[in-house]
Structure formats: structure tokens, C-alpha cells
């Protein structure tokens, strides 16, 4: 029986309402992800330019010739000079869309592009938000629109690119190089053979690879993997592409011959190297001389020094326990010394931003002593040093700006208002600075392959073994 019965009930007695505080936060987070995804929205719509799916409209328009009967590389879209130049294994993935009308294919491709980000981002941040104690799922929501509003991000949507997704395969690797490192130490023992076989990270290499079948330029990992004597997720990689390749010739041999023995090598098929968004070192070249072609001599010796550099310091980073940035630097690397590296293609600049922004927080943490240590009740995996520092507190600021100025550069893309537009002739016509301006994001690339930090013991991929054996050695004494 109610306890109510019999009893007078006041009803304009006020009514206590409970709402837990993480009701209240997550509701406080929705919204600031909605503010951020509309202020991205505004930010492309500003900074952006019409992009209609143009690149898309050709890939579609060349599955849709071969799909014909007509050899895939002798399409021309109509009103352009431009054909199809991927290898014919990316022609086999894209052969699909053509039962699809262009803006549905470009649509999809912009929902699994944003998807694979999506992922990437949370593996990315994952180790930085559990050292910090941030919600994961807010803070890749927050990361996402602000990745996709700036250039690379935004042209590989507009366009209808697949940057994000070669992206998301070799980032892949790299968390399979994770897992492996670790030796199943995660593994659960009622986990079945498919999954152990998933985070044992042995199949490291095999997005490189893919990735490489599809593009050329991401064969500097294969590169890199060899330097740093990952054998196993080298020759993976390796295997990825030799099978790919011959199946290619096996499948649709008429493509892969025209391919290999041709296309391969007419640069004129891509544009002229001092266009404006070509942001590579060797667009770069030709504008300072203001030419249509790179001076081959120059670029080369240059471009040799920027490989050297870029590999040098990525092994330096990965020894120190940094396998992401390493892979950044050979990202970036790749960039600067591809004969075109188109805006959409710099992609490589997202987890550039996410580490200089990692360095800034380590090191302000770094500068508050002993109490910022875990032990002190600091954050976990943060190591503390004893006050008074105050240069790690100025190195902190130093990355957190760079970390800022990168991304707004990234986002306005100062390039545009001073595109080479014929019939102009020259470079310099906005003078100085308007030649300064219309190379400013492949300086910012030569830049980070030169100085972008590393975080020493941030997120090594190699057995943890040898600090173990190092420090039983130390404990002996």
C-alpha cells in the first residue's frame, strides 16, 4: 500500500531533481563537439575553394570507360588533359564505383575517408589521452572536424581523393608494430586464433605495402623499415607488393603492361611542376626560377639531402622510443621530395600537429618538479624534474605555438590569393612576399623534416626486453 495514503502531499513543495555529474559533463562535452564541428564547417566554407568532386569525377569516369570495354588509361576526361595514373591494382578497387553515380561514389568515399580519420585519430591519441586522463571518445570527436577543415583534409574530401585511407593503412602498420612490440602481453586468454593473430602485430607491413601498390611514394616506409631493421614488417610490406603487382598482371595484364611500360613514367600526365599547389620540394625549385620545369640537377641534390635527413632523424626518433613521430618524419619526408606532392597529399602534417602539441604538454609538465611525478601524485608516465627549470617550461611554450601556427597555417593556406594565374608569366608578380606566400606550406614541410621534435620513450615499437636486461644490470650495482 502507498505510503502516501492518508497523507496530505504538498504540491508546490519544491522537487529535488538528481543529475549526476557525468550526465552534466558528457552533456557540457556534446556540445562543445557540436561547436567544434560547426565552426570546422565554417572554417572550410571560408578557406576553402569549389572542389565538386573533381578528381573523383575522373577516377569515375575512367572505371566506367574500362567497365565499357575501352582500355583504362586511354581515358581522357572530357574538357581536360587528365587521365587516370594509378597503378591498375587501384583501378581493380575503385572498378565498384562504377555501377554507382558520381556524387554517391564521392559521397561514400568521403564517409569511409572521415571514418578511417576517425580511426587513425583514436589511435593516434589514445596513449596521449590515458596519460592525461582525457575521455578518448571527446577527444577524437573534437580532433576529427578540426583535422578535416585544414587543407589536406578538406581537398582530399572535396576532391574525392583517397589520401586519408593510404593514410590510415600505413598508420595501421603502425600500430601493429605496437602490438608486437608488447608480444601478446594484452592478449586475453579466451581470445580465438584470429584475434591473437590480430594483436600480435605480425601482419605489420601489409598496409605499407598496399599502400605502396596504389601509390609510389609510400615505398620511403619500405625504405625506412630496412634502415631501421624491422625486417619482418619490411619484407611483409615487400611481399604485399610483389603479390599485389602480379596479380595485377595476372588479373588485367593488358593495364599492368600499359602501366609499368608507360604511364608509369609521362610526368605530363600529372601538371606542370610550378604549379602552385604543388608544395614539393621541386615545385618549390621551379617557381623560385621561375620556370615550368624543376631544375633537375639542383632539385637532385637537394632532394637527396632532405631524404638523408628525413630517414636520419626518423631512425634517431624511433631509437629514442618515438615511433610515431618516426613515421611522421618519413610522411613528411615523402612530401618534400616527391616530384609533385599536391595539397591533399600533405596529410602527414595531422600527426605533425598532434606531437608538437604532445611536446608542449610533456614538457610543461616536465618543468613542475618532483610533485608532477606519479609517485607525487602527478600524471602517469610524465617523469619529473626539480625545480626551479624553467626551460623546459619555454621549450613547452616553443612547441605549443609551432604546434598553433602550424595548424593555422595549414587551415588558411595562404597559397591561394597568390596562385600562379595565367596569362601572368611570373612568379613574383605579387613580389617577395607573395612568392613567399605561394610556397609557404612546402617551406613549412623542409621545416618539420628539419626540426620537428621528438618525444624520447613516448611510444616505443620495439621489445622492451633490452631496458630490462638494462636495468637488472643497473640493480646489480
Known amino acids: 500500500m502507498p505510503t502516501t495514503v492518508g497523507r496530505r502531499v504538498d504540491r508546490l513543495a519544491p522537487?529535488?531533481?538528481?543529475?549526476?555529474?557525468?550526465?552534466?559533463?558528457?552533456?557540457v562535452r556534446i556540445g562543445v563537439v557540436a561547436t567544434v564541428v560547426y565552426a570546422a564547417w565554417l572554417a572550410v566554407?571560408?578557406?576553402?575553394?569549389?572542389?565538386?568532386?573533381?578528381?573523383?569525377?575522373?577516377?569515375?569516369?575512367?572505371?566506367v570507360w574500362w567497365a565499357s570495354g575501352h582500355e583504362l588509361y586511354e581515358f581522357i576526361a572530357p574538357g581536360t588533359t587528365l587521365g587516370f595514373t594509378y597503378p591498375p591494382f587501384a583501378g581493380l578497387v575503385m572498378l565498384p564505383m562504377?555501377?554507382?553515380?558520381?556524387g554517391v561514389a564521392g559521397l561514400v568515399n568521403a564517409a569511409a575517408s572521415i571514418a578511417a580519420l576517425a580511426v587513425v585519430l583514436a589511435a593516434l591519441l589514445r596513449p596521449i589521452v590515458d596519460r592525461l586522463g582525457w575521455p578518448?571518445?571527446?577527444?577524437?570527436?573534437?580532433?576529427t572536424p578540426l583535422a578535416v577543415a585544414i587543407?589536406?583534409?578538406?581537398?582530399?574530401?572535396?576532391?574525392?581523393?583517397?589520401?586519408?585511407?593510404?593514410?590510415?593503412?600505413?598508420?595501421?602498420?603502425?600500430?601493429?608494430?605496437r602490438w608486437r612490440a608488447r608480444r601478446g602481453t594484452h592478449v586475453a586468454p579466451t581470445d580465438g586464433l584470429l584475434l591473437r593473430f590480430v594483436y600480435s602485430g605480425a601482419w605489420a607491413g601489409v598496409g605499407i605495402g598496399l599502400a605502396t601498390s596504389v601509390k609510389l611514394t609510400p615505398a620511403l616506409f619500405i625504405a625506412y623499415l630496412m634502415l631501421t631493421r624491422q625486417w619482418r614488417a619490411a619484407m611483409t610490406a615487400v611481399g604485399t607488393v610483389v603479390t599485389v603487382t602480379l596479380g595485377s598482371f595476372a588479373v588485367v595484364g593488358t593495364e599492368a603492361r600499359a602501366y609499368f611500360g608507360g604511364v608509369l613514367w609521362q610526368t605530363e600526365r600529372v601538371g606542370a611542376a610550378d604549379?602552385?599547389?604543388?608544395?614539393?620540394?621541386?615545385?618549390?625549385?621551379?617557381?623560385?626560377?621561375?620556370s615550368i620545369e624543376t631544375p633537375g640537377l639542383l632539385w637532385l641534390s637537394f632532394a637527396l639531402l632532405m631524404l638523408a635527413l628525413g630517414l636520419s632523424r626518423a631512425a634517431n626518433a624511433r631509437a629514442d622510443g618515438d615511433e610515431l613521430t618516426a613515421f611522421t618524419?618519413?610522411?613528411?619526408?615523402?612530401?618534400?621530395?616527391?616530384?609533385?606532392?599536391?595539397?591533399?597529399?600533405?596529410?602527414?602534417?595531422i600527426p605533425a600537429i598532434i606531437v608538437l602539441a604532445d611536446a608542449a604538454i610533456r614538457r610543461r609538465d616536465a618543468s613542475r618538479g618532483p610533485a608532477s611525478r606519479p609517485g607525487y601524485g602527478g600524471l602517469p608516465g610524465v617523469n619529473g624534474l626539480r625545480p626551479p627549470i624553467w626551460y623546459p617550461t619555454w621549450t613547452g611554450i616553443r612547441h605549443g605555438v609551432a604546434a598553433i601556427v602550424l595548424y593555422l597555417l595549414f587551415l588558411v593556406s595562404p597559397i591561394w590569393p597568390y596562385e600562379h594565374q595565367l596569362p601572368e608569366v611570373s612568379h613574383y608578380q605579387d613580389g617577395l612576399f607573395g612568392a613567399l606566400m605561394e610556397n609557404s606550406l612546402a617551406l613549412a614541410l623542409i621545416v618539420l623534416v628539419a626540426a620537428l621534435p621528438w618525444r624520447p620513450g613516448a611510444e616505443p615499437a620495439f621489445y622492451a626486453d633490452r631496458f630490462g636486461r638494462t636495468q637488472a644490470l643497473h640493480g646489480r650495482r
Open 15 to 27: 522537487v529535488r531533481r538528481v543529475t549526476s555529474q557525468i550526465e552534466r559533463g558528457t552533456v
Open 98 to 102: 562504377a555501377h554507382l553515380p558520381v
Open 136 to 143: 578518448l571518445w571527446f577527444t577524437v570527436a573534437i580532433a
Open 45 to 63: 566554407g571560408a578557406f576553402g575553394r569549389p572542389y565538386n568532386f573533381f578528381d573523383m569525377k575522373i577516377y569515375h569516369g575512367a572505371v
Open 275 to 290: 604549379m602552385t599547389p604543388n608544395q614539393s620540394l621541386a615545385g618549390l625549385l621551379a617557381r623560385l626560377y621561375d
Open 151 to 177: 587543407e589536406p583534409g578538406r581537398e582530399t574530401l572535396g576532391y574525392g581523393q583517397v589520401n586519408l585511407l593510404l593514410f590510415a593503412l600505413i598508420i595501421a602498420d603502425l600500430v601493429g608494430l
Open 329 to 349: 618524419l618519413v610522411g613528411l619526408t615523402t612530401s618534400v621530395v616527391s616530384p609533385i606532392s599536391w595539397t591533399h597529399h600533405l596529410v602527414w602534417v
